[in-house]
């Protein structure tokens, strides 16, 4: 997102893509490739048993590291109209903030050295005056919303005068995202899984989906090769430790969300000592494995439409009416039979709303668009709801890098009659999304199975780690974020009762935990518990 060139796509992609290949005191509001297709994998390993944590406390459990100076090595380039160009978002009155792009050179495949390397971008963002010394504040955004680039330039806007006072903020972009976009579905391919019918449970529908599925990985590997396996969070993990060195300091202060915060607690676990004040917003359970992980999601997906619902209804004027679920529904119902196409000809399918809800729901600034656009197709018009795509399935869009991540994350493999099966479970579990997000699975079938990934460590020499969970996540419900924390030997568990993907800087009770944290150096409290 930045003023670093774009590969060009027309007979360069291989090349582009082989490059890339409540603290109780403070919070008074607060409570407690080959050119053949790869196989088909049926099944993979299970999921690694997580050793008990049962080693003795270090000796001062509650101090934290000072932060540090940085000593950066990257070649750092004014990008500052560019990325408020882009941004769309205002910055607050009396805060000037300057925005830097480079890249950082980083193993194709950690697991593969003679893949050799490719380039991630990079985006440092800061108050004007700051100087290039400032200590970094590492963003790591989740690979199925905006490019960790952007997310750090957001967050520059949005979080407290004080904590840009500590740090320049540092978006790495994930694998796949930002200045190297991964795009190697055929779009006919891609269009039929997003659109593919939620109601469609029989062998028959989900064999055809298993051939688009087949032509998706096929495309992929003959473009990327051995290089197809590199877009995972294990990779993620690599990554910021280079970064780390990159920025010249022993430890280093992070931010997490989603699966970035589960990069993030993997590396936690395998450079402890390299750890500075961290914060893991909304990881997933580590100790889950498909399908129990995607079932979790539709039913976090169903509480955070419930919790849009409830704030649809109570404003008073929702255009969805009381009762948004049924509008919805009934608009899904519709729309299988009888999708909208709009004036340039694209085309509003039920499986398309429903990647378009969960895309919209990840971010509750934007509820009143989403409800907006939501009862326009209600009434015939599919423009809304279409422009929610664009970041995910449009050009550029973060379709490709997210499944692809999935996919090598999960180990198992699953076959049509299996997906049947727990398609016309979820449907009744989860009538909105249970059945989208089981085809899903269906669609990392062909994906070439990778061996299971050691357990994570426990960062147990690790400072306080805070690891936060939120009630109505679409992405990672708060059950799964306190597993994580449970995982790591120093956590510290805050739950909110709020909703979207990514807690923090969204509530005062959070932000005065987190913040708290980063600057003031306090260790946070287990067990905080935020309100709505």
Partial sequence: MSSVPRRARAGGRRTLLIVLCCLTALLAGCTVGPSQR??????????????????????????????????SAIDFVDCTDDTLAELGTPVPAGRTLRFECGEIGVATDPAQPGLGRTRLGVL????????????????????????????????????????????????????????????????????????????????AALTALLERS?????????????????????SSAADVEQ?????????????????????????????????????????????KDQPELTEA?????????????????????????????????????????????????????????????????????????????????????PDGLLSVLVPVTGRDGRFDAALATSCNDARRRLTPPEVGELAAHWRTDHPLFGATLAQRLLVCAPWPALPAPAPPGQAIDAPPI?????????????????RAAETLFTARFLGWQGAGTGAYPRTPCVTAVVDAMLVAGKAPQNGTLCPP
């Fill in 38 to 71: 790869p196989p088909v994998a049926v099944r993979g390993g299970d999921a690694p048993t997580l050793p008990p944590v049962s080693t003795p406390a270090p000796a001062s459990p509650d101090e934290l590291p000072e932060p540090e100076p940085q000593n």
């Fill in 124 to 203: 440092r963002a800061g108050t004007a005056d700051a100087p290039d010394t400032r200590p970094p504040l590492l963003v790591l955004g989740d690979s199925d919303t905006a490019p960790s680039a952007r997310h750090a330039a957001r967050l520059a806007t949005q979080v407290s005068p004080t904590v840009l006072e500590q740090y320049q903020l540092i978006g790495l972009d994930r694998r796949g995202a930002g200045t190297d976009a991964l795009d190697c579905a055929p779009p006919a391919a891609r269009s039929a899984v997003v659109d593919a019918d939620p109601a469609a449970t029989s062998e």
């Fill in 214 to 234: 087949r032509a998706i990985v096929q495309d992929c590997y003959l473009l990327l090769s051995g290089a197809v396996s590199s877009y995972r969070t294990s």
């Fill in 243 to 287: 970064i780390r060195t990159e920025l010249g300091v022993e430890r280093l202060a992070a931010i997490g969300v989603g699966d970035g915060a589960a990069a993030l607690a993997s590396w936690a676990g395998a450079h402890p000592q390299a750890v500075g004040r961290l914060v893991l917003d909304g990881p997933p359970d580590p100790a």
């Fill in 297 to 381: 999601r539709a039913a976090a997906a169903e509480s955070t439409f419930d919790a849009f619902a409830t704030a649809c209804t109570a404003a008073g004027s929702c255009p969805l009416g009381d009762d948004p679920r049924t509008a919805v529904m009934a608009l899904l119902d519709r729309l299988r039979s009888q999708p909208l196409v709009s004036a340039e000809g694209r085309r509003l399918t039920a499986g398309a709303t429903v990647t378009a809800l969960l895309a919209g729901l990840a971010e509750p600034q934007g509820w009143s668009r989403l409800g907006a656009a939501l009862a326009q197709a209600v009434d015939g018009n």
């Fill in 466 to 482: 805070l690891v936060i969970g939120t009630a109505h996540d679409p992405r990672a419900p708060l059950a799964g974020a306190k």
